[in-house]
């Protein structure tokens, strides 16, 4: 059973900062990653999407890398914004296309 | 071009009462998926669908049923609702066979007293 794994759970930082939130993955034969923001009481808005054969994708201030043979991603946000603010999920696809969700992390951008 | 909707938004319900919640996707995708979202779990895959016709169970199926009789609609049923099955629902569809990118909808918010 895939276990995702997203640490840290919450993070705090001034703003301008570079942002690095992690994520892992316990068995390595996926078809893709993706990244997702949520806002609160909101849905989840796909941010970034990374085939098993890439190993990185980037838009914007956003930059995800993947790592599958040892089971992690990265996403960075470049010189971070109060408008960053939210939770950020990392999904993995495996058969059948379902997605295992980690359980986020919560960033809070201070101005 | 709506993309994924989902109705109600909100709903508050008795235990062992049903209701369904209705999923409809406007962009012709082949898979439409349920997941559950509790605090500090993620969310989870209640049941999905790889075509019109078709249901698969995911990790938490028991106590909730769901059907596909429209390409575009998928609902997902409780048939009688428990106060464990308090949760936010999110329907997500997806179509793109290269890359297999899930859309989601905005959830709804169910409590069960």
């Known amino acids: 059973k895939q276990e995702v794994t997203q640490i840290p759970a919450a993070l705090s930082v001034p703003e301008g900062e570079n942002l690095v939130l992690n994520c892992s993955f316990t068995?390595?034969?996926?078809?893709?990653l993706q990244w997702f923001r949520q806002d609160p009481g909101k849905g989840l808005t796909s941010l970034l999407l990374?085939?098993?054969?890439?190993r990185e994708q980037t838009s914007g201030r956003l930059n995800a890398s993947l790592d599958k043979s040892s089971g992690r991603s990265t996403l960075y946000i470049a010189a971070s914004q109060p408008g960053d603010s939210a939770t950020y999920l990392c999904a993995v696809s495996e058969n059948d296309y379902k997605l295992s969700f980690g359980a986020g992390t919560t960033v809070t951008v201070r101005a | 071009n709506a993309g994924v909707t989902q109705t109600p938004k909100f709903r508050v319900l008795k235990t062992g009462q049903s209701m369904t919640l209705l999923c409809a996707q406007d962009m012709n995708h082949e898979y439409m998926y349920w997941y559950r979202q509790d605090p500090g779990m993620g969310l989870r895959l209640i049941h999905y669908s790889v075509g019109e016709g078709t249901t698969a169970k995911g990790e938490v199926p028991d106590g909730y049923n769901v059907s596909r009789l429209k390409k575009q609609n998928f609902l997902l049923g409780l048939e009688s609702a428990a106060p464990s099955q308090t949760s936010v629902y999110f329907c997500?569809?997806?179509?793109?066979?290269?890359?297999?990118?899930?859309?989601f909808g905005p959830g709804t918010r169910l409590t069960v007293t």
């Open positions: 997500a569809s997806g179509g793109d066979r290269a890359s297999y990118e899930q859309y």
């Open positions: 068995d390595s034969a996926i078809y893709n």
């Open positions: 990374i085939q098993s054969s890439q």
